[in-house]
Each structure stands twice: as structure tokens, then as C-alpha cells.
């Protein structure tokens, strides 16, 4: 049985310049940082960078939450990650976006009202 979302890996050829990219963008270190995996705690989530891995913006999409969508994706590409689908309402009050990294992955965000904090587990 799926217990919920945990981690999301990023591969981080330059292990050390995405990890002050990530540092940049979360606002706080690494809690975990080794040579072969760094990991921040993102809300209760963790979001990894590993280093013997190729970049890329197909596959799996994570959508990691923001309080104000707008503000998040003009901060993000201020801090040199480039659109890759702009700010959209898909309903409900719902919008994501994403973007490519520095490094080649996709990012994507998404302000949803409806989400549940109470209910991760």
C-alpha cells in the first residue's frame, strides 16, 4: 500500500552548484549532504539531488506547493531557471506551472487551495 509522496530525486551532475541553486530557492540548507545524495526537507517532503544521473523535462512530475503561484514563478526564473509551461488555472481555484532547473529538470509548482496539510501522513 502507497503511504503518500516522501521524496522527489533530482539528478545534480554538478552536485555542488545545484545544491546552492536548491539552497537559493528553499531558503534553507541541506539537512542531509554526501557526496552520492543531498536532501532538503520541503514541508514534510523531501526533495533530493543525485549526482550520477541525466537531467531532463519528460517522465515523472512532481508538483511541489506554493502559497502564490505568480510570485513563485517570477522568483524562480530571477533565479535562472527558465518557463517551461506558464502560470495556468485549470479549475477550482487550481494553477501550476513549471519550469526547467539550471540543470536541466523539470520543476513544477501548483497553488491549490483545496490541498489538505492535515491530511499527510
Do not use: C
Not at 509522496?5 to 554526501?34: C, H, M, N
Not at 552520492?36 to 519528460?58: M, R
Amino acid at each position: 500500500m502507497l503511504l503518500g509522496l516522501r521524496t522527489i530525486a533530482y539528478p545534480a551532475p554538478d552536485l555542488e552548484k545545484a545544491k546552492q541553486w536548491y539552497s537559493d530557492v528553499l531558503g534553507t540548507p541541506p539537512y542531509f549532504d554526501e557526496p552520492f545524495y543531498v536532501g532538503f526537507s520541503v514541508g514534510g517532503f523531501e526533495l533530493g539531488l543525485i549526482p550520477d544521473a541525466l537531467p531532463g523535462i519528460t517522465g515523472t512530475q512532481a508538483m511541489w506547493g506554493v502559497e502564490n503561484i505568480e510570485t513563485e514563478f517570477k522568483r524562480l526564473i530571477a533565479l535562472g531557471a527558465s518557463e517551461l509551461e506558464p502560470v495556468t488555472d485549470v479549475g477550482g481555484g487550481i494553477k501550476v506551472a513549471s519550469v526547467q532547473d539550471p540543470f536541466g529538470n523539470r520543476l513544477g509548482i501548483i497553488e491549490n487551495p483545496h490541498f489538505d496539510l492535515s491530511a499527510v501522513r
